[in-house]
């Protein structure tokens, strides 16, 4: 039901969402009420930011990593999966900690602007 409320983007079927939420585990509902709208809703969403959906640029990266995987048997689809997830991971934070260059003082802005923004999420 969270699920279903996050990703309306309607305001109608959001309130009916909320309180059908509220009548079956009201925990639940207080607990959501307390977290800022625009952290996990589409509805809300300041700037359409749409937290927790890939973005294009994401996805497309991911399809590169998993591009050998098509037409494989389920179990050796996910052992491939999770190597190459695996491997890409290691690779770059290899690359990251070993990565000497300074930021230009334009970027370590956006750096330090966003790192405030992220600090602000809870899950």
């Known amino acids: 039901m969270c699920w279903l409320i996050r990703n309306t983007k309607q305001e109608p079927k959001y309130e009916r969402l909320m309180r059908e ?3 079956t585990n009201k925990a639940a509902s207080r607990y959501l009420k307390q977290i800022d709208k625009t952290k996990w809703t589409l ?11 890939l973005t294009t640029n ?7 990593v998993l591009r050998g995987s ?5 179990q050796a689809l996910i052992e491939y999966t999770f190597k190459r997830d695996v491997d890409q991971y290691a690779k770059n934070y290899n690359t990251a900690l070993t990565c000497l260059k300074n930021f230009p003082g334009r970027m370590w802005n ?3 602007q ?3 923004i992220a600090r602000e999420h809870q899950v």
């Open 70 to 74: 098509r037409m494989l048997p389920i």
């Open 110 to 112: 956006v750096f330090r």
């Open 114 to 116: 966003r790192d405030i």
């Open 58 to 64: 994401i996805s497309k990266c991911m399809n590169n």
């Open 21 to 23: 939420l509220e009548a």
């Open 43 to 53: 509805l809300y969403d300041r700037g359409m930011r749409r937290w927790g959906n």
